[in-house]
């Protein structure tokens, strides 16, 4: 059950697949201390330089690359997630959004390429919901085609080349030695997945395309597992994992005396009572109501699976975890001073009008406090003014490291290199690895019921 991964980062998407059985064949991004942390944590050696050699991660440009060995059969799965940043709706105005018309927006191509080569069972490729509406909806449809009609992309990569050599380079050797024998697939699965739904413990919306190889059987029956997997369970759906379970290590009915003294902490700004009660109240229900029950003891299980369970982060100091990434950041008075204002669940608007008040300030994200009883905003990369994300306590203020790579769902046990910068950006940049976890049984499954990887399932299993 071997995986093909591209556009790799820290390994966030490959986690996943690692948990359900799949072993990484070939790894690639153009970041080193991504290939650091990967390297940590899934045991592989680090190349330098673009081209992809057997369990490795190699460090380079993509467009640069070519297999540096012989590709003996074709990897179970092909993984990636190209640059989003020319994409998202993050970046505002239409200018800064220009899509696949940016040389960053169209390594969607090298991606297409490798689908092209290695001819993979099935592929995932993940994206931000705003490629849905860039460039209005023309570059969903572009990718969605070349994707389809992945036997024509010879022709349209020279055709691109030929009327823009500045944005497309010239059509790869090995793109050209696979014309002719180029696979058809299938999509089988286009649409967003709110993080939340299969338990991480932040509101995180990411778009998946999921193809398969069209000469393996499978039906609609298949695709229609797929789909159902993919949206999660109804109990967590309904009640989702909250940041207070995450970073406390408990599930909420054993959280109650924590949940008061945070109230105690906000007296005037911040009303609470009961943990349990202000949760139903936020999502409906009660405390008898059997999906509550249920999400209760999917909770449970998430925090156990993850390795959080009975650790708090707000209790642990920073020697529990030597790769530095529960360090307290020292936060200057004037911050300070405007996040003890700030209740939780808002942001800088908070203090609008008076003497906190931050300038020109549009971003939701900018000095906005985590909501005990809800799952976190989307942890982001990148970004000052305010945007590394800010504790429910209000006795503490940025969230160290740690903390967001919880929120993001990574397990304790994943050990991160680099400075506080670079794993911010690591832990940022990925697709959370809980999401990844779920999506890889999934898939599995629909291979595995298709009659693909039959053998090798058996033999990982025992």
């Given at each position: 059950m071997k995986m093909l991964s591209l556009f790799t980062g820290a390994g966030g998407l490959d986690w996943g697949f690692h948990k359900a059985g799949f072993r990484t064949l070939s790894?690639?991004?153009?970041?080193?201390?991504?290939?650091?942390?990967?390297?940590?944590?899934?045991?592989?050696?680090?190349?330098?330089?673009?081209?992809?050699?057997?369990?490795?991660?190699?460090?380079?440009?993509?467009?640069?690359?070519?297999?540096?060995?012989?590709?003996?059969?074709?990897?179970?799965?092909?993984?990636?997630?190209?640059?989003?940043?020319?994409?998202?709706?993050?970046?505002?105005?239409?200018?800064?959004?220009?899509?696949?018309?940016?040389?960053?927006?169209?390594?969607?191509?090298?991606?297409?390429r490798y689908l092209a080569v290695a001819k993979p069972a099935a592929f995932v490729f993940e994206n931000v919901p705003g490629l849905l509406s860039s460039n209005s909806g023309r570059d969903i449809k572009t990718i969605l085609d070349?994707?389809?009609?992945?036997?024509?992309?010879?022709?349209?990569?020279?055709?691109?080349?030929?009327?823009?050599?500045?944005?497309?380079?010239?059509?790869?050797?090995?793109?050209?030695?696979?014309?002719?024998?180029?696979?058809?697939?299938?999509?089988?699965?286009?649409?967003?997945?709110?993080?939340?739904?299969?338990?991480?413990?932040?509101?995180?919306?990411?778009?998946?395309?999921?193809?398969?190889?069209?000469?393996?059987?499978?039906?609609?029956?298949?695709?229609?597992?797929?789909?159902?997997?993919?949206?999660?369970?109804?109990?967590?759906?309904?009640?989702?994992?909250?940041?207070?379970?995450?970073l406390e290590g408990r599930v909420l009915t054993e959280l109650e005396d924590t949940y008061k003294e945070i109230v105690r902490e906000y007296q005037g700004i911040f009303e609470g009572s009961s943990a349990v009660d202000d949760y139903l109240r936020l999502y409906g229900g009660n405390p008898k109501n059997p999906l509550f029950e249920q999400a209760l003891e999917e909770h449970t299980l998430i925090l156990q699976s993850m390795g959080w369970w009975g650790?708090?982060?707000?209790?642990?100091?920073?020697?529990?975890?030597?790769?530095?990434?529960?360090?307290?950041?020292?936060?200057?008075?004037?911050?300070?001073?405007?996040?003890?204002?700030?209740?939780?669940?808002?942001?800088?608007?908070a203090v609008r009008g008076t003497k906190h008040e931050v300038e020109g300030r549009g971003f939701s994200l900018v000095y906005r406090r985590l909501h005990p009883l809800r799952p976190a905003y989307t942890v982001v990369a990148h970004g000052g003014g305010g945007t590394w994300g800010y504790h429910y306590r209000r006795s503490?203020?940025?969230?160290?490291?740690?903390?967001?790579?919880?929120?993001?769902?990574?397990?304790?046990?994943?050990?991160?290199?680099?400075?506080?910068?670079?794993v911010r950006a690591q832990i940022g940049e990925a697709v959370p690895p809980l999401l990844s976890w779920r999506m890889a049984q999934a898939l599995l499954e629909l291979l595995r019921s298709a009659g693909v990887l039959q053998e090798e399932v058996v033999l990982a299993g025992g």
């Open positions: 790894a690639l991004d153009i970041k080193p201390d991504s290939a650091q942390t990967y390297a940590e944590n899934f045991s592989v050696r680090i190349s330098p330089g673009p081209d992809l050699l057997e369990n490795a991660y190699s460090v380079g440009d993509i467009a640069q690359s070519r297999f540096g060995y012989s590709l003996d059969e074709p990897p179970a799965v092909l993984l990636g997630g190209p640059p989003c940043q020319d994409f998202s709706i993050m970046r505002g105005v239409k200018e800064e959004r220009a899509g696949t018309q940016t040389i960053r927006g169209r390594l969607y191509l090298q991606y297409a070349d994707f389809a009609h992945l036997n024509l992309l010879p022709k349209r990569w020279r055709e691109q080349h030929r009327l823009d050599p500045n944005r497309t380079p010239p059509l790869p050797e090995d793109l050209a030695s696979a014309e002719g024998s180029i696979p058809r697939y299938t999509l089988v699965y286009k649409g967003v997945i709110d993080s939340s739904w299969h338990g991480v413990p932040q509101q995180r919306k990411r778009l998946f395309i999921i193809g398969i190889r069209e000469d393996i059987g499978f039906g609609l029956d298949h695709a229609l597992a797929l789909e159902e997997a993919l949206s999660g369970t109804p109990a967590l759906r309904k009640y989702p994992l909250t940041a207070l379970e995450a650790t708090s982060l707000t209790e642990v100091d920073e020697e529990a975890f030597p790769d530095g990434t529960h360090m307290r950041a020292r936060e200057s008075a004037a911050v300070k001073e405007r996040m003890w204002e700030i209740p939780p669940g808002e942001n800088h608007l503490l203020s940025r969230l160290t490291n740690r903390e967001r790579a919880r929120l993001q769902s990574f397990p304790d046990s994943f050990t991160f290199r680099g400075t506080q910068t670079e």
